[in-house]
Structures are given as C-alpha cells and as structure tokens.
C-alpha cells in the first residue's frame, strides 16, 4: 500500500462510454517506485492531480503489472482528468479500504452506472456468476465487450430490457439460485438490492460511496453512522447495512453537513 502518492504515467486512455473513460497504469514503468499494487476487488485508490485535487475512484482493471481506474464525467476534477492524454502524470495512493468476499457459490452481480468499476474486476475473478447492469440508455453502458454474456437494463429500453436491473432479480433467482449477491451503484438500488436478498435469505455485500478526503481514517469525513467508510468500508456486508440508518438516505457533503442522500449525489460540494 502506498501511503503517499506515487507519481504514475498514464498509459492507456479507453473510451468506455460517452460518460465514462478508462486510465490505465504500469506498475513496473519508469519514475514509478511501484513494483505492483497488492489489491482486492472492491477496493479504491486516491488519484491526485498536482495544483487540482485528489479525488476516490475504484480499480476497474487490475494485472500483474498494470492497474486502471474508470471515471465517469461529473465536476471539475474528472473533466481535467477526461482532458488527460497518455503520457502525462498524475498521483496515485491506496489501495485502501475493504474488499468483496469471493468465497461464495454462485453469484449475482449488479450494477448500476459507473458503479459497474468496482464489481469489474471482481465479476472477471468470480468462478460462476451472472452479471446485469443498469444505466440510463445504450450510450452510458460500459464494458459491453469486455463481459458479453452481461444482461443489461436501460432505464429508456434503448438496449436490453427497459427498466432497472431490481427489475429482474426475482426471475434471475428463480433460474439461477445464486447463493450471494454483489452490488454497486445508486443508493436506491442498492437498498432494493439488501431488501431482495434479505426477503430470500441470501448473503449480500454493497460498495457505498461517501465524500473521501483523507482515505486512512483519520478526519472522520466518510463516517456513516460511525462506520468510517474509507477504512471499514466500502464494501460492507447485508447484516452490517441494515442496521446503517443512513443507508438509502443521508451523506455528509465535503463541508461536512449531513444531507439527505439525493441532495449529496445532485450537487457539487
Ligand atoms: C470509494 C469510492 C469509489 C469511487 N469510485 C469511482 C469510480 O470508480 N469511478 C467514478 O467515476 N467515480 C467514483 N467515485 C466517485 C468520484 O470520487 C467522484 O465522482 C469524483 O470525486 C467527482 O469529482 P468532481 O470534482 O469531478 O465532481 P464534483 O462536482 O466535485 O462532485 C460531484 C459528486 O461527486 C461526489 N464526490 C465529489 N468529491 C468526492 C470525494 N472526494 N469523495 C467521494 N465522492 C465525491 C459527490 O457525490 C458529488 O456530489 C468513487 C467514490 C468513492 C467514495
Ligand atoms: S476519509 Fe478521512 S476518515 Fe475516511
């Protein structure tokens, strides 16, 4: 783990969708003291661009000697970084946080918009699972070809099925029976995820995100109902998320304030 930021070239940029772009890492390259980063899906690392900010995202791709970060278009900081071209630097610390449990049978793993970048890599290590993913229309779905048995939802029916992928769990368990479940993306999602497997008994884990500023636990910025969720979280399991109070409906903002949950995604902070 690295504690302080390492200075890493971007290597590669993929362009996942028109929300969302891939940056890809070397572990072994030049200037980078990194000789390859000891990681789990479901973790994240901080990236910090020089004179902007340092902002979360997850580890979407992941190899012997190679890392990556998908991004999705949101303020000022990912539109500097979407600006960013092979060759240029940015800072990278972590991995940091919790990871998902891959000691399950069979699995179902759900995703909903850019939260798809922290079940990749897990979704590419799991043994037996089925993959749906939600987004708003065709355009915003990400990894089409990289998971090409993954079912897929859109909210205006554009590819897959119209609706959002809670839509389908029940007739996927009734075909697959899986034993877990695995998810990530919006909160509300999330929450008629914990619900479903709650009603039927199955194991679940969700990867939450709240504002991230320090990412070692010590300014108390990420906490949920005293969870500090950079350092016992992100990932947290069905038992633990029913008794958060503010899961599915409060965050605290950069400034701190706690608000209700749809009020922390829709602004800046
Ligand atoms: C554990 C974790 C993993 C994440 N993984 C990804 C990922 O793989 N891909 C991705 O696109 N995004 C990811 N995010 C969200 C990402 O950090 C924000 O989208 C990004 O910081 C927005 O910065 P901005 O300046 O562009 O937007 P802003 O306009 O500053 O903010 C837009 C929204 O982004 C969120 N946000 C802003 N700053 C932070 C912060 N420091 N910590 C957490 N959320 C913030 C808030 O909801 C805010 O309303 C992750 C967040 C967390 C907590
Ligand atoms: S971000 Fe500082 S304690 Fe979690």
Redesign the pocket.
């Known amino acids: 783990m690295h504690l302080e930021p390492v200075m890493m070239k971007i290597e590669e940029v993929i362009l996942e969708s028109n929300l969302?772009r891939s940056f890809i890492f070397k572990t072994c390259s030049e200037r980078s003291e990194s000789k390859s980063l000891e990681y789990q899906p479901g973790q994240?690392i901080m990236l910090w661009i020089p004179r902007l900010?340092e902002?979360?995202?997850?580890i979407?791709y992941h190899g012997k000697d190679f890392f990556g970060?998908?991004?999705?278009?949101?303020?000022?900081?990912?539109?500097r970084l979407h600006e960013m071209k092979v060759g240029e630097w940015v800072g990278i610390r972590g991995p940091f946080?919790t990871a998902f449990n891959l000691n399950v049978g069979k699995a179902c793993v759900v995703g909903g918009g850019?939260g798809m970048?922290?079940l990749a890599v897990l979704i590419e290590r799991l043994e037996d699972s089925v993959v749906v993913q939600g987004a708003r229309t065709a355009s915003e779905l990400l990894y089409r070809n990289r998971f090409k048995d993954m079912l897929l939802c859109t909210e205006d029916g554009s590819a897959g099925t119209k609706g959002v992928p809670t839509d389908l769990l029940e007739d996927l368990y009734r075909h697959y029976r899986f034993d877990a479940i695995y998810t990530c993306g919006p909160e509300a999602m999330m929450v008629k995820v914990s619900e479903f497997a709650r009603e039927y008994n199955i194991c679940m884990q969700a990867?939450l995100?709240?504002?991230?500023?320090c990412a070692v636990g010590v300014c108390g910025q990420?906490c949920c109902n005293g969870l500090r969720?950079?350092v016992e979280?992100?990932v947290l399991d069905g038992g633990t998320l029913e008794k958060l109070e503010d899961f599915g409906r409060y965050?605290r903002?950069?400034n701190g304030r706690r608000v209700p949950i749809g009020t922390?995604?829709?602004?800046?902070?």
């Not at 922390?264 to 902070?269: A, C, I, P």
Request: glycine share 12%; aromatic share 12%; hydrophobic share 35%.
């Open positions: 969302a994240f900010d902002k979360p995202f997850s979407s970060v998908t991004v999705a278009l949101k303020g000022r900081f990912t539109q946080g850019v970048a922290s990867s995100e709240r504002y991230i500023k990420c969720l950079c979280g992100p965050a903002r950069g922390y995604l829709g602004k800046k902070t």
